[in-house]
């Protein structure tokens, strides 16, 4: 975002600085030749030339200094030391772009568990034997006959690589180790006197006839065993999926009862969403005996049915601590937090207050996905991003969401153009199924310890902790890197249009340019990488949270700033000319100016006035240089300063090399000495800038930007109703594209094979850019499009595919197993 905002306002920079030193070149050369020529009727001569290269020279350097080729330097620097920060703050920035763009992001669609939570799963109520146990009870207050059997279906319905660790620190609290779901309730079974070690001993995970892993479409698993007296499936997930699987539950007297309908509803009103209510996670555990027929196991929904409820369980996933603070961090810096989760609507609810996302007194949305699908089709069931519009605004949560449901959320909020500047969209993933999500969002978060491979590929940040604080400490990184890259700005300008005026001005009035080219290229010097290292290095706090996002399209160079740049102009070039024409009358110097009307050779002469010219030219920038550190007016510039030992470390290194250059410099630098009388009215003139800069707080910035912009309508018309005409087609724009939605790009309309996740969008809508020429531009879009359509289909390929190879997996060793105790049977 920051790069495309100054790739516009350098090339007008630029054509400004060219024009500059065109006018200086041009004012010197006639000056010149008309005193020289026309008036004094000198013949041509050879001496004559070097007077014609002095003035090419100057007009370069004055070209190169008005030029701020240090800009992206700045950004760099400041990127560069942004990431490295960042590292420290569990923030792995794998593409650097991220990292301002997170700045300016007025969205975060963020994950529930691991990243708004601890992640550390517990049983905390109980439903068995028909008793809802809202205090989790002891082993001997179960009904005992119970306990083998939910034993049994909680160690052989999970991954055998969820397991409890003993803690290495005798006083820590073990370790949970694979799906913390599953960890919750393998803990379960370790407090009443289980032993899931000896369950698995005995049934091993290469003797499990069939598993029906989990997914987010069957929000459940199911495993198949083989018993002494025939095969038995447990099931275990979602509450509300299992129940409907469910035909009976076991009564107080551990015998299965009929489990109707209106029982069905009364569990789920009174159990379920009363544990969703309190933030649980609910876990409905089931089981079935298949007999000792052997069936058709892939036949899934003929086995997953008509099931036994054992009971069903409360688990809870304590907020974080640090998480209620960091959002409300977020809200006060204009940046909407959007809760994305697949627990029931009634936990999420519960969690999203919790954190502080709903409020009491707002005016939100809490939608299921099945809902959300609905309100945002049409009739024809395809995305109508019109009605999309009328729902993301408002929408904070989305429960019993789908990656699919994710990605339209996403992908709707980012080619939306309800708002005026944009939204700039950040998202949290750790999943496979949520890659496209990841790479369709601006700035995509993926999970450090809980995110697949193929997660963290498709972020743009990874989080080493998966904790939400975390990414309001990137959301401050990128602020600080936005607002440093326009403290340079402000302080560049404003040392590029003194230097810029004084040199036309000079060259028009007096044909001799007081800043030479060196000591022109020492101003470059400071001005440009010194300055970008001392301003790119400073630290963010937390007043860069007390206001809102940019967004996209808002110009990099605000009204307080534009005030700032003027404002220290006015005084610079005050200062410059006062002593260029009435310096001979209290600073006791010879007055070059006058000298050089009757004899212009003068000019290429060391002279004290030129000199001080130089000196407090250098010494008013390096003291707004100080004032550039703050942008929103603030009167303390000082505040803060030791916080950068970087800034004050070059500030007077640049001090010192301007005392040398000024003592030491002679005809090379082309300066003459200065007695400590000149010394101390250069640091009076240096000094004033931070005085001066008091004053232009106190000037309101509307009426100043109004005298400008009535300045520049008179000046340059012709650009002015430019501009005009540009806005007005950029206002027809959205409005075409908000009354007739189907003129946007469609996604499929571009890849013409159909793919579920091409992001076109991303590369032509998302941001604002200039239009490149056609054939190049359809060169790179082809080649982005391909790129990024390639990484698309690999990650649905690699979904589609990951539980085929796991069923067939288990196939291939149970059909091994037969056929080996088949053989052993024959022999």
């Known amino acids: 975002v920051i790069q495309m905002k100054l790739a516009r306002l350098v090339l007008y920079i630029s054509y400004i600085g060219v024009a500059a030193a065109v006018l200086t070149l041009i004012c010197l050369v006639l000056r010149f030749c008309i005193l020289t020529y026309v008036i004094k009727k000198e013949p041509f001569s050879g001496r004559h030339i070097s007077y014609f290269i002095s003035f090419i020279i100057q007009a370069i350097t004055v070209m190169v200094v008005a030029i701020p080729e240090g800009l992206f330097l700045a950004v760099t620097l400041a990127l560069a030391f942004a990431v490295r920060k960042m590292m420290t703050d569990n923030n792995l920035v794998r593409h650097l772009y991220a990292c301002e763009t997170m700045g300016n992001a007025s969205t975060i669609c963020s994950d529930k568990t691991g990243t708004l939570t601890t992640n550390r799963m517990t049983v905390v109520q109980s439903f068995i034997n028909g008793k809802h146990n809202e205090q989790l009870p002891e082993a001997k207050d179960i009904n005992q006959d119970v306990l083998p059997l939910l034993f049994e279906a909680v160690s052989v319905n999970s991954n055998f690589t969820s397991k409890i660790e003993k803690s290495k620190d005798d006083s820590g609290l073990p370790k949970q180790v694979g799906n913390k779901t599953e960890c919750a309730l393998l803990d379960l079974v370790l407090k009443w006197g289980g032993s899931y070690d000896d369950i698995r001993r005995n049934f091993p995970e290469n003797r499990l006839v069939k598993v029906?892993?989990?997914?987010?479409?069957?929000?459940?698993?199911?495993?198949?065993?083989?018993?002494?007296?025939?095969?038995?499936l447990y099931t275990k997930g979602a509450s509300e999926m299992v129940l409907t699987k469910c035909k009976s539950i076991l009564d107080e007297n551990n015998q299965p009862k009929e489990l109707d309908d209106h029982e069905k509803e009364r569990l789920t009103h009174e159990v379920i969403e009363k544990m969703a209510n309190d933030g649980l996670?609910?876990?409905?555990i089931s089981y079935k005996d298949l007999g000792k027929e052997q069936l058709d196991w892939n036949d899934e929904e003929k086995i997953i049915n008509d099931l036994t409820c054992?009971?069903?369980?409360?688990?809870e996933d304590p907020v974080r601590k640090e998480v209620p603070e960091a959002i409300q961090k977020c809200q006060r810096a204009g940046v909407v937090v959007r809760m994305v989760t697949g627990d029931n609507i009634m936990t999420a609810r519960s969690i999203a207050t919790k954190c502080g996302i709903l409020k009491p007194d707002d005016d939100f949305l809490v939608l299921e996905g099945k809902e959300f699908n609905k309100r945002i089709r049409d009739e024809s069931g395809k995305i109508s991003q019109k009605k999309l519009d009328e729902v993301w605004p408002k929408l904070r949560v989305l429960a019993r969401s789908s990656p699919q449901d994710k990605y339209n959320l996403v992908n709707g909020i980012v080619e939306s153009h309800v708002s005026e500047n944009r939204e700039i969209v950040a998202v949290t993933g750790d999943g496979t199924n949520d890659g496209p999500a990841l790479k369709r969002a601006d700035v995509g978060f993926a999970m450090g310890i809980q995110g697949t491979d193929v997660a963290r590929e498709a972020s743009d940040i990874v989080l080493v902790d998966d904790n939400f604080s975390s990414i309001v400490k990137a959301l401050m990184w990128g602020r600080n890197v936005y607002d440093c890259i326009a403290k340079f700005l402000q302080f560049q300008l404003t040392a590029n249009l003194s230097a810029g005026v004084i040199s036309v001005v000079s060259a028009a009035?007096?044909?001799?340019?007081?800043?030479?080219?060196?000591?022109?290229?020492?101003?470059?010097?400071?001005?440009?990488?010194?300055?970008?290292?001392?301003?790119?290095?400073?630290?963010?706090?937390?007043?860069?949270?007390?206001?809102?996002?940019?967004?996209?399209?808002k110009s990099m160079i605000s009204p307080l700033m534009i005030r700032n740049i003027v404002g220290q102009s006015v005084y610079q070039l005050t200062v410059m000319f006062i002593i260029l024409y009435a310096g001979h009358l209290f600073l006791d110097v010879e007055s070059t100016v006058q000298a050089i009307q009757t004899d212009p050779h003068v000019g290429r002469q060391l002279s004290e006035q030129f000199t001080l010219v130089f000196n407090a030219f250098v010494l008013m920038t390096l003291f707004n240089e100080?004032?550039?550190?703050?942008?929103?007016?603030?009167?303390?510039?000082?505040?803060?300063?030791?916080?950068?030992?970087?800034?004050?470390?070059?500030?007077?290194?640049?001090?010192?090399?301007?005392?040398?250059?000024?003592?030491?410099?002679?005809?090379?630098?082309?300066?003459?000495?200065?007695?400590?009388?000149?010394?101390?009215?250069?640091?009076?003139?240096?000094?004033?800038?931070?005085?001066?800069?008091?004053?232009?707080?106190?000037?309101?910035?509307?009426?100043?930007?109004?005298?400008?912009s009535a300045i520049y309508r008179i000046c340059c018309p012709c650009c002015y109703k430019r501009d005009?005409?540009?806005r007005a087609a950029e206002i027809e724009r959205r409005k075409s594209l908000a009354v007739d939605p189907s003129r946007r790009i469609s996604r499929k309309s571009v890849g013409g094979d159909g793919m579920?996740?091409?992001?076109?969008?991303?590369l032509t809508n998302a941001t604002v850019v200039a239009e490149p020429p056609p054939v190049f531009a359809r060169y790179m879009l082809r080649k982005s499009v391909d790129r990024l359509n390639t990484e698309f289909r690999v990650i649905s390929e690699f979904r589609s595919r990951l539980e085929e190879i796991k069923d067939k997996k288990y196939e291939e060793v149970y059909e091994t197993k037969r056929n080996s105790r088949g053989n052993i049977l024959d022999e």
């Open 310 to 315: 054992i009971g069903i369980v409360g688990i």
């Open 756 to 762: 579920e996740y091409s992001t076109i969008m991303q």
């Open 281 to 284: 996670r609910t876990i409905c």
């Open 212 to 232: 029906y892993t989990f997914n987010s479409a069957r929000k459940m698993m199911s495993t198949i065993i083989q018993r002494d007296d025939g095969y038995r």
């Open 724 to 726: 005009l005409e540009k």
């Open 509 to 553: 009035a007096i044909s001799v340019v007081p800043l030479r080219a060196l000591q022109m290229l020492w101003v470059n010097l400071v001005m440009d990488t010194l300055a970008s290292l001392a301003l790119a290095t400073e630290l963010p706090s937390d007043e860069l949270l007390n206001r809102k996002p940019y967004g996209r399209t």
């Open 626 to 708: 100080i004032n550039a550190r703050k942008l929103h007016g603030e009167r303390n510039v000082f505040k803060g300063i030791l916080r950068n030992p970087f800034f004050y470390a070059i500030w007077l290194i640049c001090f010192c090399g301007q005392v040398l250059i000024i003592t030491f410099g002679g005809h090379v630098m082309s300066c003459a000495k200065l007695n400590l009388f000149h010394w101390a009215w250069s640091l009076i003139f240096g000094f004033g800038s931070l005085i001066w800069q008091q004053v232009l707080i106190c000037i309101p910035v509307g009426p100043f930007i109004k005298c400008l």
